[in-house]
């Protein structure tokens, strides 16, 4: 089986893994054989409906010429049972001769094995070949391209509601989208916030970037505001404002507050007074000794206390 890659990068390799370099390097033959594998119905075609596609320069009879060489070069290049015709007038590929991709992904696509679909695309079809004098070629070649990116994107919105995806995963699906709507704001925006949910804001200021220099500089136009706002959130986050430009927030000193301040100095000097009264008198007790000349001495002492505010600021206690 002959493997025709046309999603992206055009190959064509035979099962073994060789290049079919000759036909490669044939732009219109490359070409007639991408449309009998891939056009649809996929079945025979007639040969007077080829001729205006690839040949519209030429009389019929020289556009036939041309068909019959063609078709014989792809013989002689791929295998004499490659090409088949019935009768005299259509012209097909033999069945199961061919392994295509942008067959087999619109089978997917219908199958809805959106996976698998994602897998198979690449990029447009036949990326970088032009077929030169073949405008109802290039016409067909656009709207195959156009149906197929529809399917592309039908087929990862499919793997965006499944539920049951990972984060990273729909990451990796979002950013497919991005790529392949890249001036899509809402996409833009949906992928930043999903690079946010997974720790990823320089990823997800990285596509705001891209986002806005595609729009300013393609189209001239302003970005997406909620684009913008979100960027500015997530490099707000990323770069706190310093330590000593943080708002402190002041003690509250209400009585119903969770924090009290009291000015302990009052009571500190009050209970330094009592103290110093008390030893006074055991002082004054122990000197005068037992009985009554002891509490005649007692009584004959007087403690003098001076007025002050706060013993914390060197008030003086006098004793006389």
Known sequence: MIELTTLGTVELRSKDGEEFRSVLVQRKRLALLTYLVVARPRAFHRRDSLLPIFWPEMTEPRARHALRQSLHFLRQALGPDVIVTRGGEEVGVAQGAFQCDAVSFEAHVSAGNWEEAVHL??????????????????RWLDAERGRLSDLYVKALDGLLE??????????????KRAEHDAYNAGITLRLMRALEAVHDRPGALHQA??????????????????????AERLANDAHPPPHNERQTHPVDVSPTGPVRVRHYGRWIGMAAVLLLFVFGLIYNFQASGRGVAG?????????IVAPFTNLSDSAGLYLA
Do not use: C, H
């Not at 499944?162 to 950013?175: C, D, E, H, I």
């Not at 509490?295 to 403690?303: N, Y």
């Open 121 to 138: 695309y690449n990029g447009p079809m036949l990326k970088g070949v032009n077929v030169s004098q073949s405008p109802d070629f290039d």
């Open 162 to 175: 499944t539920k049951s995806a990972s984060p990273g995963k729909t990451v990796q699906w979002l950013r």
């Open 209 to 230: 970037r891209a986002y806005r220099e595609l729009v300013e500089g393609d189209l001239g136009l302003e970005p997406d505001p909620r684009i913008t706002a979100l």
């Open 295 to 303: 509490v005649e001495a007692v009584a004959r002492t007087t403690v």
